[in-house]
């Protein structure tokens, strides 16, 4: 089955600063790659989501990349804020109906003003 | 659009009592619903699929005759802790999945006392 890496466990960053998190899955056909950041005591919330057909995509300050060949996607937060503080989860599934997704670890983002 | 919505938020019950939490897609229909279970500072942990009018799919480990699963509808799916223990205490998140994407719902906390 699917696994999936996420590193780093914890970041910790000034506000107006980059974060990039990273992740690494296992089976080549898996195709959807979302983000997801969870607020405490929240469920997460889908942030960014990139398909296998392209390299990069971008919404406003946030970037996904994925490399197909060596199996890894990053989220890229540009201009951190203190609102960005949560939780971050990558995951990976297949692109069809009822597909189920693996998640990463997490990674806990916190922005210091 | 994608919202979903889970009732109630948080729930407390004395051990050897049943609880249902109901999960609902309230801009879309669902293909799919899903549970998970999240301990703190964890992962998210998949417990069943579910499909409307069909049996719920359930994970390794995962007891089925003590987690019910009912997906009555494409917009409603309810999960039944019965006879429930404090170890049983958790975060339930349900997911509804329209083509591919999953959206969450906001949690369920339950405390067994």
């Known amino acids: 089955g699917e696994n999936v890496e996420q590193h780093p466990s914890t970041l910790s960053v000034q506000e107006g600063d980059s974060a990039v998190i990273k992740c690494t899955y296992s089976?080549?056909?898996?195709?959807?790659f979302p983000w997801y950041k969870q607020e405490l005591g929240k469920g997460p919330q889908l942030i960014i989501d990139i398909r296998s057909n392209v390299g990069e995509k971008k919404d406003q300050r946030i970037a996904v990349t994925l490399n197909k060949t060596a199996k890894h996607f990053s989220l890229h937060i540009t201009e951190t804020q203190p609102e960005d503080s949560a939780v971050y989860f990558c995951?990976?599934?297949?692109?069809?109906?009822?597909?189920?997704?693996?998640f990463g670890e997490g990674t806990q983002l916190t922005v210091n003003p | 659009g994608a919202v979903v919505s889970q009732h109630p938020s948080w729930v407390i019950c004395k051990s050897g009592t049943s609880v249902k939490i109901e999960c609902r897609s309230l801009?879309?229909?669902?293909?799919?619903m899903f549970w998970y279970r999240q301990f703190p500072k964890q992962s998210l942990m998949l417990m069943a699929t579910s499909n409307e009018g069909s049996k719920a799919t359930y994970e390794q480990g995962v007891e089925k005759d003590k987690f019910l699963i009912n997906h009555a509808s494409l917009t409603l799916s309810t999960l039944t802790v019965t006879s429930a223990h404090p170890e049983d205490s958790s975060f339930y998140i349900c997911?509804?999945?329209?083509?591919?994407?999953?959206?969450f719902g906001p949690g369920t906390r339950l405390t067994v006392t």
């Open positions: 995951a990976a599934s297949k692109e069809t109906s009822g597909s189920r997704l693996t």
């Open positions: 801009d879309f229909q669902a293909t799919t």
């Open positions: 997911s509804a999945q329209t083509h591919y994407e999953q959206y």
């Open positions: 089976d080549s056909a898996s195709n959807y």
